[in-house]
């Protein structure tokens, strides 16, 4: 079994959902209200909450309340571990194909 952070399976749960990786994908421009990242997707209020609250508990998401509106704000650090481990998945398929591609148009070693 594969070794990694409970953080990386949180995202990758959070980010299952493709609402919430629209939501991920605007916040990734900047801030928004929850009504803003809501109106793309014809949801109610407390519906984009639940979303928001998904990503919040895998660390995508911050936010904070200026008055009466919740903005939320990309958190990177979440992706950026999960973009690791990916990368070192791909690096580690890489070498094994690239192995195989050179057995297979050389031969095996003498």
């Known amino acids: 079994m594969a070794k990694h952070s409970r953080s990386v399976d949180a995202v990758l749960a959070a980010l299952a959902d493709p609402t919430r990786r629209a939501m991920v994908e605007r ?21 984009a909450t639940r979303h928001l609250a998904v990503l919040s508990s895998a660390g995508l998401v ?7 509106v919740r903005m939320c704000r990309l958190e990177r650090t979440a992706l950026d571990e999960t973009a690791a481990w990916i990368d070192a998945r791909r690096r580690r ?8 591609d050179t057995l297979i148009t050389e031969g095996p070693p003498a």
Not at 30 to 45: K, N, Y
């Open 27 to 47: 916040l990734s421009e900047g801030p928004a209200s929850v009504s803003e990242l809501a109106r793309p997707f014809a949801i109610a209020l407390p519906t």
């Open 62 to 68: 911050t936010s904070s309340k200026r008055g009466r």
């Open 93 to 100: 398929w890489e070498t094994r194909l690239d192995a195989l």
